[in-house]
């Protein structure tokens, strides 16, 4: 992505100036230069989750608006100081009392922040929650949630091991249809993204992956179908980035040849986390090809 990243993606986010923002702002996270988007991280301190969240600087020709300003803290004294786990707990408090979005904190039930461990090598990033996560409190609920389970066992991992989050926190509800989902609109997204941004930052996964169209539009901006976006490594904050199908894809397209798209590129991210790949492995779903 180059220096016009559209507004609402994270990768805007990371290309504002970093001289133009703290260091310890929640939406900055570890910062890249408007040249060099993707590039890894320099040295910095995590962003300091107790820290007001300054004005982000205006693109070149148009005012951004201040995601942020009206719900995080004024700074405090500890900012900076903790345990990555104590500071995303102090980001997760932040977030369920986060208000920004007035509809979608009218009528969810829950933030659905992300769960798992600080120190994962894997992280796992959704567009936005369903109306069962967003009954359950926790990303990846439901069948879509125990399909992906499965696959991560299958990987060697669970979901205790990878750290699980959505791009939005919310459940993006559509009115008079309980229980569907509807993408989620830009400026919830622009006001959402750097709580993700946090989150990436704290816990410095070796590699992301990207479940579904949506993350991976959120994330990069576009409108890219899956199947182009797929089985090619991209990057966001220094950290590879694998894009694959969602598993509720899987479960509405019941199909081996997907799942075994799907697993194709689970194993290119497990030969990315030192993950042993065995002939057993590369041999998943191809019967029926
Ligand atoms: S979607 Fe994100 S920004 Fe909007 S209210 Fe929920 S937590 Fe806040």
């Known amino acids: ?33 408007s040249s060099t988007v993707g590039a890894p991280p320099q040295a910095q301190p ?53 208000t920004q979005c007035p509809n979608l904190a009218a009528a969810r039930a829950q933030v ?20 069962e996560e967003d009954q359950e409190g926790r990303p990846f609920a439901g ?25 939005l926190k919310c459940h993006p509800f559509v009115p008079g249809e309980p229980g569907a989902l509807r993408p ?8 959402c993204l750097p709580y993700l941004a946090a989150q990436i930052s704290l816990v410095q996964p070796k590699v ?7 993350a991976m539009h959120a994330l990069f901006g576009g409108k890219t179908p899956m199947g182009s976006l797929r089985s090619q490594w991209h990057e966001v904050q220094g950290i590879p980035v694998m894009p694959t199908f969602h598993p509720r894809y899987l479960l509405r397209n019941d199909d081996v040849r997907e799942r075994r798209k799907v697993w194709e590129d689970l194993m290119q991210v497990m030969e990315r986390l030192g993950l042993t790949v065995t002939e057993r492995h590369r041999s998943f779903f191809l019967k029926g090809a």
């Open 1 to 33: 992505m180059g220096a016009n990243a559209p507004a609402g993606t994270l990768h805007a986010l990371l290309e504002r100036p970093q001289s133009a923002a703290p260091a310890a702002d929640l939406r900055m996270a570890p910062t890249a230069s």
């Open 46 to 98: 995590v962003p300091a989750v107790t820290q007001a969240a300054a004005p982000l600087p205006a693109a070149a020709s148009k005012p951004v608006p201040r995601p942020g300003a009206s719900v995080l803290p004024p700074p405090s004294p500890q900012a900076g100081e903790g345990t990555a786990a104590q500071r995303m707990e102090a980001l997760r408090t932040l977030a369920v009392a986060c």
């Open 112 to 131: 659905v922040f992300g769960q798992g461990s600080v120190e994962a090598a894997l992280m796992i990033i959704g567009e936005a929650p369903g109306a």
């Open 143 to 167: 069948e879509a949630g125990e399909l992906l389970e499965k696959m991560l066992k299958v990987m060697g991992l669970s979901m205790g091991a990878v750290y699980a989050t959505s791009v």
């Open 184 to 191: 989620p609109h830009a400026e919830e997204l622009e006001r």
């Open 208 to 214: 992301i992956v990207a479940l579904g169209a949506g």
